[in-house]
C-alpha cells in the first residue's frame, strides 16, 4: 500500500508520527527522497517492522 503526500515537509511529518523507530524513519525517508528524485511525486510505501527489521507488505 502506498502513502501519497502533497510536499516533502507533509510527508517528513507524518514519517516522524507514524515511524516506530530511528531506523524505521530513516527507511522511509530515505525512500521518500528516492521516489521523489524518480518520480518528482512524493510517496512511500508502507512497511511494517518484525523483530526490528522492516519489510515491505501488500497488506498494510
Not at 14 to 38: G, M, P, V
Amino acid at each position: 500500500m502506498t502513502r501519497e503526500f502533497n510536499s516533502h515537509a507533509e510527508a517528513i511529518k507524518w514519517i516522524a508520527i507514524n515511524a516506530e523507530t530511528e531506523s524505521h524513519f530513516e527507511i522511509l525517508k530515505d525512500e521518500l527522497e528516492f521516489n521523489h528524485t524518480y518520480t518528482g511525486e512524493y510517496f512511500v510505501s508502507l512497511l511494517l517492522l518484525d523483530n526490528e527489521v522492516a519489510y515491505y507488505s501488500e497488506a498494510a
